[in-house]
């Protein structure tokens, strides 16, 4: 009798395995409107359509407990599930929130990692409507489920750019990930010597960016307001190059960035430097930055110039042109996705 085969879930990724589930379901509800591969799920419901998406965190993978507040991680198990939304140009309402705990988690620390999640659903105006809590055989798991919604005529998905819209992108890149490694540095300092204490000044805009991360609702807010819709939007959880080449894969399209275009704090160019590592680097696929990666038509670039949020990097083009990074010295560099690997 032959040894049925074995696929690691490393073999294929975190796209791979979704890729091969969706290949399996089918929609057979006409109220489906969007099902596995975009930031939310889109149902129709009512006169407007229903967003669904769901995010995991599990300790010793998405955060260390020995730097991450439980107020801060309650917050951003939140802001990731808004984030989700926020790309699709909805609105947030509800959340359910599932937790596994270890024996180590006392009633102290589970009212501190609700205090966070309470801050964040004030922050977005949403409720917390349910969710389960169970033992945890290794550390702490937190899932939290989101619900929002978004008018029919503007939700946004990822595979609807077209060539020549602008790309853009909300906020900085890289500061997530350089706070993070500053985390890190600050940590095997205490392991070395206890006594020391943290010096996280220099960088406290770096480390806020990793704990406590903000999803652009105001952007999506503001969008509204300019009476633009993007051709195709995502959020940036695993790096700028992995969402962009998730735009391209879906739209069929290639795409221009332009290097000397990147929005890049200058706490983060200092970091870099302390870190011996290049910016430009940190802020392509540095991950956790949970900015707006969007697409817009050229006839809507009056109306964004001159937004103080808004960062326009480059274009999308022909599929057959690829995918290129332009350097800063006219180089035209192919884009390589080097993110955060789920698996």
Aim: hydrophobic share 40%; with cysteine; proline share 2%.
């Amino acid at each position: 009798m032959s040894e049925e085969k074995r696929t690691e879930i490393g073999e294929l990724g975190e796209f791979g395995l979704i890729d091969r589930i969706k290949e399996k379901f089918k929609v057979s509800n006409e109220s489906t409107i969007m099902g596995i591969g975009d930031d939310a799920a889109v149902l129709e419901v009512t006169d407007k359509l229903t967003l669904l998406s769901t995010d995991m965190l599990v300790e010793g993978v998405h955060f260390d407990l020995s730097y991450m507040p439980l107020q801060h991680l309650g917050y951003k198990a939140v802001s990731v599930n808004v984030s989700d939304i926020a790309a699709m140009n909805g609105v947030p309402k509800q959340i359910t929130v599932n937790l596994g705990l270890s024996n180590r988690f006392s009633v102290e620390a589970v009212e501190a990692l609700y205090e966070g999640i309470q801050f964040a659903c004030q922050d977005y105006k949403i409720d917390l409507v349910g969710g389960d809590t169970t033992a945890s055989s290794s550390g702490l798991i937190i899932s939290v489920s989101i619900v929002g919604e978004v008018t029919k005529n503007k939700v946004v998905y990822r595979n609807s750019a077209e060539e020549n819209d602008i790309l853009c992108v909300t906020g900085d890149l890289g500061a997530a990930y350089l706070g993070l490694q500053v985390l890190e540095r600050e940590k095997e300092v205490f392991k070395a010597n206890p006594e020391m204490q943290p010096e996280l000044g220099l960088y406290e805009y770096l480390v806020k960016r990793q704990l406590k991360p903000k999803a652009r609702m105001d952007i999506i807010h503001e969008l509204a307001e300019l009476e633009i819709i993007p051709t195709s939007m995502i959020d940036i959880s695993d790096g700028l190059v992995s969402e962009v080449f998730h735009i391209c894969k879906q739209s069929d399209l290639g795409v221009a960035i332009f290097e000397e275009k990147l929005p890049i704090d200058q706490e983060t160019y200092n970091a870099a430097a302390d870190f011996k590592v290049d910016p430009t680097t940190c802020a392509l696929n540095g991950g956790e930055d949970y900015e707006l990666l969007f697409t817009i038509s050229q006839s809507d670039f009056e109306k964004v110039k001159n937004h103080a949020e808004i960062s326009m990097i480059g274009y999308m083009d022909k599929k057959e042109k690829g995918r290129n990074l332009v350097s800063k010295n006219q180089n035209v560099i192919a884009l390589q996705a080097q993110g955060w690997k789920h698996f």
